[in-house]
């Protein structure tokens, strides 16, 4: 494969998610959480640039290494068909494992420093909207795939419809960062929605380490991290200091932008 046919395989595989994001900025429009210029969606879509080339290229090496690892050990423990009546049950075992696996990971960006040097990259962002759904730091899908991807791949052996049914319904990760006034209010438990996620993202100290869950708010409860939005609550969002990417080097090496600032710079971030 060439490069350029390889970078043509990768933004078409890219298009869904484009699309939806486009389509999410439309309803935004609708009924927004706060005003926002689109001017803040610049640096996102870098961050989106730069972190699905990076998965793309860390997918190689690191996948090949999963599947070796996964082969290794004799292949998924318990396998997942998707024929006939099997399609629902292995669905609903696949997403809701890997969503428990996708909470307790989360959870780790928050708890671990060296993961959490990366993850703030996401949680920077003092204009939260469909676009933040994949500011990501590069590095992390690579991590990501010899962790939960890894231990996912130990557990289980799923038919590949399963894999794809799962990927459609990532693509609803992009809802929950909508700039829109939506809630669930007392059945915020049931799916994340743009208020509940809101409150993770949230400048407020009140709401730090709450609503961890990617699909299930479920795992919220039952871990103890769930926080039922108020009828009206839409805070702020970002981290400490308003600290934000000074530009494309501060996207690309995140977590060393401490050693990036140069003194005097004047801005407030030195
Ligand atoms: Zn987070
Ligand atoms: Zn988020």
New binding site residues.
């Given amino acids: 494969m060439t490069l350029a046919q390889w970078a043509a395989d990768v933004a078409w595989k890219s298009l869904p998610l484009l699309g939806l994001i486009l389509l999410a900025g439309l309803a935004e429009r609708w009924r927004p959480a706060e005003a926002q210029r689109w001017r803040s969606r610049a640096i996102n879509l870098v961050c989106m640039t730069v972190y699905v080339l990076g998965f793309a290229v860390l997918q190689q090496g690191t996948a090949a290494l999963t599947v070796l690892a996964i082969n290794g050990a004799g292949g998924g423990w318990l396998a997942l068909p998707a024929d006939g009546w099997h399609l629902l049950p292995s669905f609903l075992v696949y997403t809701l494992v890997l969503d428990l696996g996708e909470y307790a990971f989360h959870r780790a960006q928050h708890a671990i420093p060296a993961l959490w040097a990366m993850h703030s990259l ?1 949680h920077s962002d003092t204009a939260m909207n469909a676009t ?1 759904t994949d500011r990501h730091f590069w590095l992390e899908p690579g991590i990501k795939m010899v962790t939960l991807y890894l231990a996912m791949g130990l557990l289980f052996k799923p038919d590949p419809v399963i894999v794809g049914m799962y990927a459609v319904l990532g693509l609803y990760n992009v809802v929950p ?1 909508m700039n829109v006034r939506w809630g669930l209010g007392r059945a915020s438990f049931l799916i994340n929605t743009p208020q509940f ?1 809101r409150l ?2 949230s400048m407020l100290p009140q709401h730090y380490d709450c609503n961890f869950a990617g699909l299930f708010p479920v795992f919220d409860v039952l871990f103890g991290t769930y926080r039922q939005p108020g009828e009206d609550e839409y805070p702020p969002t970002g981290i400490a200091g308003r600290d934000v990417p000074a530009g494309m080097l501060e996207v690309l090496a995140w977590p060393l932008r401490r050693w990036l600032r140069r003194p005097g710079r004047g801005n407030h971030y030195s």
Avoid: E, L, V
Wanted: charged fraction near 0%; avoid cysteine.
């Fill in positions: 996401h933040t960062h996620h993770h993202h």
